[in-house]
């Protein structure tokens, strides 16, 4: 996308909130991601850098496109028995629309203010307290470089609105509002390792224990079952370290150096090395404690540790 040097876009953009700008009261136009990760970020925590499109600029440019009532219509009619087709022809007019002019112009200045073609996370935020222990499954792209791909994905995290995965969790929680989505936009170091918290063990709820899995590089490597992680439960009075299970590591993912990522073999002897060292798991576990009393209950926290240090990416109740 060719983008005038010389437009002039504020910092309070069309469709666009700086994540710095968010707090929990805006979870209904950013989604509950974006709105935790909001108030972590003025709580001072280490949250990367980053912005928000609202779930009203999804909503105004398929407004703006006249495909909105077809949409809100489609998606009403799913229910539950998933009906693959019509999923798919929304999911398909909603790629077509795309963004809009002035939506791309918005995204392109934010982009500029994280620095020089930075690498970016870009994830879906759903809208809705119903769906938001359904996070896991939203739409997530990695390593995201140049505004024309940002826009792309952002486009894309809309179009999962009417995928398989998106229908089935609307319909399993009974969802009935005209669906809308948040996109959240992160700045991305270079990880070292990555993972879960869980700051209140979920094998053993209420015993003052917090269990944390890693891995070596990207955390998304857990998502899918790849990597057999590294599993610390620690106590959370000290706190103290009172086990380990390293875990056998046959691959890391790594950032590719033309963006997305690269599945990299690790070396047999280092396959079943620890991705945390025992001060750093220490360190990491006071970073949940302390999310945990900012946040007034038990997280689940998604985390990567870079050469700077740790960086939170996700937190959200252990319901």
Same mark, same amino acid.
């Not at 959240?184 to 899995?213: C, F, H, W």
């Not at 006071?286 to 937190?315: C, K, N």
């Given at each position: ?6 437009? &002039?876009? *504020?910092?309070?953009? =069309?469709? /666009? ?34 912005? /928000? ?28 028995? @998933? ?33 020089? +073609?930075?690498? /970016? ?12 222990? +359904? ?13 024309? *791909?940002? /826009? ?12 398989? +995965? ?10 009935? =509002? ?15 390792? &990555? ?20 891995? +070596? ?7 899918? &079952? ?26 890391? @993912? ?66």
């Amino acid at each position: 996308m060719a983008v005038d040097e010389g437009v &002039g876009v *504020e910092r309070d953009l =069309d469709g /666009v909130i700086w994540l710095d700008d968010v707090d929990r009261s805006d979870a209904g136009r950013v989604g509950e991601k974006a709105a935790i990760l909001g108030a972590l970020a003025r709580g001072g925590f280490p949250v990367p850098r980053g912005f /928000v499109v609202t779930a009203d600029a999804y909503l105004a440019a398929m407004e703006r496109a006249g495909v909105r009532d077809e949409l809100r219509d489609g998606a009403g009619r799913l229910g539950d028995q @998933l009906a693959t087709a019509a999923a798919e022809r929304l999911h398909a007019l909603v790629r077509h629309v795309g963004a809009p002019l002035h939506l791309r112009l918005a995204l392109d200045h934010a982009y500029r203010e994280l620095g020089n +073609r930075p690498f /970016v996370a870009v994830r879906s935020s759903q809208v809705g307290a119903d769906l938001a222990d +359904r996070s896991t499954h939203a739409e997530t792209f990695i390593n995201v470089r140049g505004v024309d *791909e940002v /826009v792309a994905c952002v486009v894309e995290c809309w179009a999962w609105l009417f995928g398989p +995965r998106a229908c089935a969790d609307r319909a399993s929680c009974g969802w009935t =509002d005209e669906p809308r989505i948040a996109v959240l936009v992160q700045e991305m170091a270079d990880v070292v390792s &990555g993972g879960v918290m869980y700051t209140d063990d979920p094998s053993q709820p209420g015993k003052n224990r917090l269990v944390i899995q890693s891995a +070596r590089g990207l955390g998304e490597c857990l998502v899918d &079952g790849g990597v057999e992680p590294d599993v610390h439960v620690v106590d959370r009075t000290g706190p103290a370290l009172v086990s380990s299970r390293i875990g056998s590591k046959a691959y890391e @993912l790594e950032r590719h150096p033309e963006g997305g990522q690269r599945r990299v073999a690790v070396a047999p002897g280092a396959a079943t090395g620890a991705a945390l060292t025992h001060d750093a798991i220490l360190e990491l576990a006071r970073l949940g404690l302390a999310i945990e009393q900012h946040e007034r209950e038990p997280q689940v926290i998604d985390w990567v540790r870079t050469s700077d240090g740790f960086r939170v990416v996700g937190s959200r109740p252990s319901r």
